[in-house]
């Protein structure tokens, strides 16, 4: 082999030597101060207009994308010789349209939903074995999938206080006697910062809470 070649060879083993080093590194310093999971998603507080009593709605105008202020009289509800006006729930903005004007409707059918886009918020799983690490006021950086060239900044605001298989529909049974040990997981809620308009409620969201 010649010298050159000898020389070319070692150079590439230190090079891959210095990638590994500096990898493992990074993952280290990645997992000793942050907790990371992609299993989170954009929320907002929903609210839902109803109907107050049987009858033909009337005036009815709402449409996807409406920004409703909380009180706001957005139609009327026509039943023999009285009248019933239908107003809004809460501040937000109808993300759905149920409805139609003149349409016949029953009490308690939902005619349209609304969310606060102005307080939005990510919702995120975190394994039992890293709660230790993180608590209430930690700093997040947040990416949401519709929005991936941006990192938000975000707030811990409140840590769940059951794991989310409580709330199972289904929840596992061990009828058999055998037990498998799986790493349960609770919700937490994080705050965003000024997110843009490519933000929507439910889009994929990845979330790294500091721990430092």
Do not use: C, H
Request: avoid cysteine; charge should be negative.
């Amino acid at each position: 082999m010649s010298k050159g070649r000898l020389i070319l060879i070692n150079i590439i083993g230190i090079i891959i030597i210095f990638a590994l080093v500096a990898g493992g590194g990074y993952y280290y310093y990645q997992s000793a101060n942050y907790v990371n999971t992609d299993e989170a998603k954009v929320a907002g507080d929903m609210t839902t207009i109803v109907a107050p009593n049987a009858g033909k709605l009337t005036d009815w105008g709402v449409k996807e994308g409406d920004q409703l202020n909380k009180d706001a009289n957005v139609g009327k509800i026509s039943g023999g010789e009285t009248s019933m006006n239908i107003t809004a729930s809460a501040d937000g903005t109808v993300v759905k349209e149920q409805a139609n004007d003149n349409q016949m409707v029953q009490p308690g059918q939902v005619l349209a939903q609304t969310i606060d886009m102005n307080n939005l918020y990510i919702t995120a799983n975190i394994e039992e074995t890293d709660l230790q690490d993180i608590e209430e006021g930690d700093s997040v950086d947040i990416t949401v999938d519709g929005d991936p060239d941006t990192i938000y900044e975000g707030t811990l605001e409140n840590i769940g206080y059951a794991t989310n298989s409580m709330f199972s529909l289904m929840p596992q049974q061990n009828a058999s006697g055998n037990y498998t040990k799986v790493t349960q997981k609770v919700s937490v809620k994080v705050s965003i910062k000024a997110p843009s308009d490519k933000v929507l409620p439910g889009m994929n969201a990845e979330v790294k809470i500091s721990t430092k």
